[in-house]
């Protein structure tokens, strides 16, 4: 057994991981995502060839930074995932502010803070799918794949991949607001019929019957959007995996 590339391989399955927005949550024990590291490290090394020729570093220094550098690369498609889960939760702030919920938060493990209701049923949600989808099966095939597309200790970053990750932030942010525009559609138009019946009937207290229609209104169209919202997360599930396939090339 090459220790040497066997390191580089746990390093980097590791940095996917830790920052796995499922695997790494705060949630799952230590152990756990360690024996995950260990079971696919020995996956994915019982699937490569042995190298020819061993590696050899002039110090321990260059070795650390060789495995720092299989530990980014793996933190860099663990990140995407990060951001494509942000694009559910950032949506969910942003439903459940126009629904008239901002306060209503739940705890989220994951980022050891406050997060909108509809976030985290639809970060539940997407969740399921992607087991559904069988993404985890996408995702294992991507790490036995990774060796070849990126040689381990072959890894070099590029300008191109800060812009893709930069790029990719400002899409995920549109995505968000894609996501609960019908919502904020709605809930626009609730207002202005609201407006016109304050005028049109100034004795009727439209503040303490607002936030109830708002909120009403609000549960009926995401009840209604169900279906075509579970469609678009499917392609959002497609979109992520195929977006971390693009990012290997990066490196």
């Given at each position: 057994m090459d220790?040497?590339l066997?390191?580089?391989?746990?390093?980097?399955?590791?940095?996917?991981i830790?920052?796995?927005?499922?695997f790494?949550?705060r949630?799952?024990?230590?152990?756990a995502k360690?024996?995950m590291v260990?079971?696919?490290?020995f996956?994915?090394y019982?699937t490569?060839?042995?190298?020819?020729?061993s590696y050899?570093f002039?110090s321990?220094?260059?070795?650390g930074?060789?495995l720092?550098?299989?530990?980014?690369?793996?933190?860099?498609?663990?990140y995407?995932?990060?951001?494509f889960?942000f694009?559910i939760?950032?949506?969910g702030?942003?439903?459940?502010?126009?629904?008239?919920?901002?306060?209503?938060m739940?705890?989220?493990?994951?980022t050891?803070?406050?997060?909108a209701?509809?976030?985290?049923?639809?970060?539940i949600?997407?969740?399921?799918i992607f087991?559904?989808?069988d993404?985890?099966l996408?995702?294992i095939r991507?790490?036995l794949?990774?060796?070849?597309?990126?040689?381990?200790?072959?890894?070099?970053?590029?300008?191109g991949?800060?812009?893709?990750v930069?790029d990719?932030f400002r899409?995920?942010?549109v995505?968000?607001?894609?996501?609960a525009f019908?919502?904020?559609?709605?809930?626009?138009?609730?207002?202005?019929?609201?407006?016109i019946?304050?005028k049109?009937?100034?004795?009727?207290?439209v503040?303490?019957?607002?936030?109830?229609?708002?909120?009403?209104?609000?549960?009926?169209?995401?009840?209604f959007?169900?279906?075509?919202?579970?469609?678009?997360l499917?392609?959002l599930?497609?979109?992520?995996?195929?977006?971390?396939?693009?990012?290997?090339?990066?490196l």
């Amino acid at each position: 057994m090459d220790i040497v590339l066997f390191s580089m391989i746990a390093m980097r399955i590791s940095g996917l991981i830790f920052m796995n927005p499922l695997f790494g949550r705060r949630n799952v024990p230590n152990n756990a995502k360690a024996a995950m590291v260990l079971v696919f490290t020995f996956l994915v090394y019982s699937t490569m060839e042995e190298p020819e020729l061993s590696y050899e570093f002039a110090s321990s220094f260059l070795y650390g930074f060789f495995l720092l550098k299989e530990f980014l690369v793996g933190y860099v498609l663990g990140y995407v995932m990060e951001l494509f889960f942000f694009v559910i939760t950032h949506a969910g702030s942003i439903i459940d502010f126009h629904m008239g919920l901002s306060m209503s938060m739940v705890y989220d493990p994951q980022t050891n803070a406050q997060i909108a209701m509809s976030g985290n049923l639809y970060q539940i949600f997407y969740t399921l799918i992607f087991f559904a989808v069988d993404g985890h099966l996408v995702l294992i095939r991507m790490l036995l794949r990774s060796g070849e597309l990126v040689p381990y200790g072959e890894v070099v970053f590029t300008q191109g991949l800060a812009l893709a990750v930069l790029d990719l932030f400002r899409g995920c942010v549109v995505l968000a607001v894609r996501f609960a525009f019908p919502i904020i559609a709605i809930e626009f138009l609730v207002e202005v019929a609201v407006g016109i019946m304050m005028k049109m009937a100034p004795q009727v207290n439209v503040f303490v019957i607002n936030i109830q229609i708002k909120i009403a209104v609000g549960f009926l169209v995401l009840l209604f959007l169900l279906s075509p919202m579970k469609s678009w997360l499917e392609d959002l599930m497609h979109q992520m995996l195929m977006t971390m396939q693009e990012f290997l090339n990066y490196l």
